[in-house]
């Protein structure tokens, strides 16, 4: 079956611009992920979607970042006005609920010039 | 809150040699572990986790990890490791019950195998 897909694969933005990131969960999965993983930082966790309860935006780094997801399936990861520390591998994850096991994207590997 | 700490953040190793990642929590709460791989240019892939029961746990590819309350371990092992295990190794947590469904992240040790 179909894993969770992301796209952009790669994206490669100038400082200042606003970009978006998409994830597609495992169907019928209620629960997703973001994670950043950097050089420095390693893998964190960003914001949590589960069902139709307000997400956990705890993990979100600055008011810059936001996250949507429509009709609980489709997922966008917004970043506006980019900054050169912002460049880093962007990976969604998505689990039948809660406490059970994540399954990973291939990520967004976003690069701010 | 909970932490990872992966002590090595490279381990080299040669072909059909036997290997130890370690990996130490810790929390305040109940957890759940969970050991990811992650090939080059590729998402992460769950290895095997341990959510209760047996404390010896085994995975996908010949791999297996020991929970370890008394040490808040959870090393991973392979007795015998291929080239095709060269790969970046994450160990990771999450608590037990509601609230804790987000996992926490070890930095990661890169397994370099050669022949």
């Known amino acids: 079956g179909a894993g969770v897909s992301q796209s952009p694969s790669n994206k490669v933005t100038e400082k200042g611009k606003d970009v978006e990131l998409r994830c597609d969960p495992i169907?019928?999965?209620?629960?997703l992920y973001w994670y950043r993983q950097s050089l420095g930082q390693g893998l964190e966790f960003l914001i949590y979607?589960?069902?139709?309860?307000?997400?956990?935006k705890s993990g979100l780094p600055s008011d810059r970042f936001s996250a949507e997801r429509t009709g609980g399936s489709v997922s966008t990861l917004t970043i506006q006005r980019t900054q050169q520390e912002d460049s880093a591998v962007y990976l969604c994850?998505?689990?039948?609920?809660?406490?059970?096991?994540?399954?990973f994207g291939p990520g967004t590997r976003l690069l701010v010039l | 809150a909970q932490s990872v700490t992966q002590l090595d953040s490279q381990v080299p190793v040669f072909e059909e040699a036997p290997v130890e990642l370690r990996c130490n929590y810790s929390?305040?709460?109940?957890?759940?572990l969970f050991w990811y791989v992650q090939y080059p240019n590729q998402g992460l892939q769950l290895l095997l986790k341990?959510?209760?029961?047996?404390?010896l746990v085994k995975g996908i590819n010949g791999f297996e990890a020991e929970f370890n309350k008394s040490q808040t371990s959870f090393h991973l092992r392979k007795p015998s490791v291929h080239i095709s295990d060269t790969a970046e190794y994450f160990c990771?947590?999450?608590?037990?019950?509601?609230?804790?469904?987000?996992?926490?992240f070890g930095k990661g040790t890169m397994l370099l195998v050669s022949p």
């Open positions: 341990y959510l209760s029961g047996s404390t």
């Open positions: 994850a998505s689990s039948w609920g809660q406490q059970e096991t994540q399954y």
């Open positions: 990771a947590v999450s608590g037990v019950g509601s609230g804790y469904s987000t996992l926490t």
């Open positions: 169907s019928g999965h209620t629960a």
């Open positions: 979607f589960q069902g139709n309860s307000a997400p956990d």
């Open positions: 929390s305040s709460v109940s957890v759940y």
